[in-house]
Structure formats: C-alpha cells, structure tokens
C-alpha cells in the first residue's frame, strides 16, 4: 500500500474540521452528535476517528485555530515596520476578523468557544494564555504610544493594554450578532479614536 503523504493528512483534517465547524455553527456544540459530524463531512468513522477521538478533540483543534489566527495577525501587525499606532493596529486586525468571519464564521465560532470554555477549564487555559501572549506584545506598542503622545503618558501601560485589548472581543460580538454590515465602519472608528499623530510627521 502507497504510504500516505502528510499533505494529504493535514487535507484530510482541514475537511474533516470544516464541516465540524458548519455543524457547530448550526447546532451549537452540544446539540451536535459524532454521527451528525460523520455525514457532514461524508466520512467513515474510522476515517474521522483517525484525526480525532471524539468531538471534544475537535472542538479543542477549532478553538486552537482561532486563537492561533488571532495570534499570528497580532504578531504580524505588531512587528510591522514602520511600525503603527494602536488605531492602525486595531483598524488592521477588525479587518482580518471580517474577513475570517466571512470566509468560516470565524466571530460566530469564537462566542461558542467562549461559551465552551465555561465548562472545559483546559480551553479555559489556553484563552487565558493568549490573552497574556496577546497582552504582552501590544503593551510594546501601548509605550510606544505613550512616548509619542498618542496615548496618555499617566497611565499605567498594562491596565491601558487590557482596557484595548477588551475591543477585540467587543468587536467579535458585535459581528457575530449584527453581520459584517452594520460593523463595517468599526476600522475607521478605531482610527479615529487613536490616531497615530507619529505617522503623519514621518
């Protein structure tokens, strides 16, 4: 027998997580059964329980892909150069949650994950360390900001971070509930909330 290659096992996961996730965004997690999931992704058993041993597991490697996404865009925008304020900051990150969310319901997943987490004291922990991960880059850029004026100098760096960083979930919530529609100009707010004084001098 052909030995398998890893590309066509990480495809295989990625289908089979793709149609857990239009089940879970139907039904909610609980309300949705391992057979429910099989047909969904047009599977055998074996075939799915080869990647996950039950539906607790998928739930788990969800949540794991929205965190990491989360994390990858924040890096990504916190290590730009030249670097920009929170305003672009913030304005860049509401616009690859639009687009996540439109392409997998990725704002709609994250309120059932949060809702999981209540009851699943590992993915507790793992929301609560990326939270800390999260935190702590953008605090780079929070005393940036407080050097250059945009942001209050008197107040203390980590609090002032965890009060920005509490609008990303404001904003998930909002697009999960009202639709990308009536949050489009949320980018825009945000950069007028916290303009970047610093950009336009450069």
């Known amino acids: 027998m052909p030995k398998v290659s890893q590309q066509h096992l990480d495809a295989r996961r990625a289908e089979i997580l793709a149609a857990a996730r239009r089940c879970f965004l139907r039904e909610g997690f609980h309300a949705t059964s391992m ?5 969904e992704a047009g599977l055998s058993a074996g075939a799915v329980y080869r990647y996950f041993a039950s539906k607790q597991d998928m739930i788990a ?3 794991e892909e929205n965190l990491r996404e989360v994390v990858a865009e924040v890096d ?3 290590n730009r150069e030249p670097a920009v304020g929170i305003g672009e900051l913030l304005a860049d990150l509401f616009r690859v949650i639009e687009a996540k969310h439109e392409e997998n319901g990725f704002a709609a997943m994250a309120l059932l ?3 999981e987490s209540l009851r699943d004291p590992r993915l507790a922990e793992r929301i609560r360390a990326t939270l800390t991960q999260v935190t702590a880059e953008l605090a780079r850029i929070v005393r940036a900001s407080q050097e250059t004026g945009d942001l209050p100098p008197d107040v203390a760096a980590e609090p002032l971070t965890q009060v920005i960083v509490a609008t990303v979930p404001g904003y998930i919530l909002q697009l999960a509930s009202l639709g990308s ?4 100009g949320l980018p825009d707010a945000v950069r007028a909330v916290w303009p970047d004084r610093s950009a336009s001098a450069r």
């Not at 529609?181 to 489009?184: A, E, F, I, K």
Request: hydrophobic letters at 60%; zero cysteines.
């Open 35 to 39: 057979q429910d999931l099989l047909v």
């Open 61 to 63: 490697a969800i949540a």
């Open 76 to 78: 990504k925008v916190v």
């Open 113 to 115: 994950v949060w809702s």
């Open 181 to 184: 529609g009536r949050v489009s």
